[in-house]
C-alpha cells in the first residue's frame, strides 16, 4: 500500500548514489541557487511620501490639496491634508516626483526632485505664504 517514511529516505539514498557526480552536484547548486535568489524577487519597487502643510507661522493647513507627479512618466496622484495638516502617498513606484501644494488664500508651492526609494518614505513639509490680492480692474463707461 504504503512506503514508510524510513523507505522513502532509501529510496532517495539509493537515487543519489546512481546520480553521476557532476549531475548531483548540478542538483545542489540549482537548489542553492533557488534559496539564495528567492529573497531577491520579493524585494519592494514602491516606497511613499508623507508630510505637513503649514502657513508661515506654523500653523496647520487642513483640507490642502496636494498633487503629486511623476517626473519620468507623469504618473499623477492627489490628495488632501487631513485635519492635522498632514498627508501621505504610499506605493508608490521608485523614482523623482515632483509635489505641488494648492490651499484657498495661499500661494500655490512646488517642491521638485523628489527621489522616492524602494521600501522608504519621505518627508516633505510645505509652508505656504499667504496669497497677495490680485488688483481689480474697474471698467467706467464715459458717455
Same mark, same amino acid.
Given at each position: 500500500?504504503?512506503? /514508510?517514511?524510513?523507505?522513502?529516505? +532509501?529510496?532517495?539514498? *539509493?537515487? +543519489?548514489?546512481?546520480?553521476?557526480?557532476?549531475?548531483?552536484?548540478?542538483?545542489?547548486?540549482?537548489?542553492?541557487?533557488?534559496? +539564495? +535568489? /528567492?529573497?531577491?524577487?520579493?524585494?519592494? $519597487?514602491?516606497?511613499?511620501?508623507?508630510?505637513?502643510?503649514?502657513?508661515?507661522?506654523?500653523?496647520?493647513?487642513? =483640507?490642502?490639496?496636494?498633487?503629486?507627479?511623476?517626473? %519620468?512618466? /507623469?504618473?499623477?496622484?492627489?490628495? $488632501?491634508? !487631513?485635519?492635522?495638516?498632514?498627508? !501621505?502617498?504610499? !506605493?508608490?513606484?521608485?523614482?523623482?516626483? $515632483?509635489?505641488?501644494?494648492?490651499?484657498?488664500?495661499?500661494?500655490?508651492?512646488?517642491?521638485?526632485?523628489?527621489?522616492? %526609494? *524602494? !521600501?522608504? $518614505? *519621505?518627508?516633505? =513639509? *510645505? /509652508?505656504?505664504?499667504?496669497?497677495?490680492?490680485?488688483?481689480?480692474?474697474?471698467?467706467?463707461?464715459?458717455?
Amino acid at each position: 500500500m504504503g512506503k /514508510s517514511i524510513t523507505t522513502e529516505a +532509501c529510496d532517495f539514498e *539509493a537515487l +543519489c548514489a546512481h546520480l553521476p557526480l557532476s549531475a548531483f552536484r548540478l542538483l545542489a547548486f540549482a537548489a542553492a541557487v533557488a534559496l +539564495c +535568489c /528567492s529573497p531577491l524577487l520579493a524585494q519592494q $519597487t514602491l516606497g511613499g511620501i508623507t508630510g505637513e502643510v503649514t502657513d508661515a507661522s506654523g500653523g496647520v493647513i487642513p =483640507n490642502a490639496k496636494v498633487k503629486i507627479v511623476d517626473e %519620468q512618466t /507623469s504618473l499623477t496622484r492627489t490628495t $488632501t491634508t !487631513n485635519e492635522s495638516g498632514t498627508y !501621505n502617498f504610499v !506605493n508608490l513606484p521608485i523614482g523623482t516626483y $515632483t509635489l505641488s501644494y494648492t490651499a484657498e488664500g495661499y500661494d500655490v508651492q512646488k517642491t521638485e526632485h523628489i527621489t522616492v %526609494q *524602494a !521600501n522608504r $518614505t *519621505a518627508t516633505v =513639509n *510645505a /509652508s505656504l505664504k499667504i496669497a497677495r490680492p490680485q488688483p481689480r480692474l474697474r471698467w467706467k463707461l464715459r458717455p
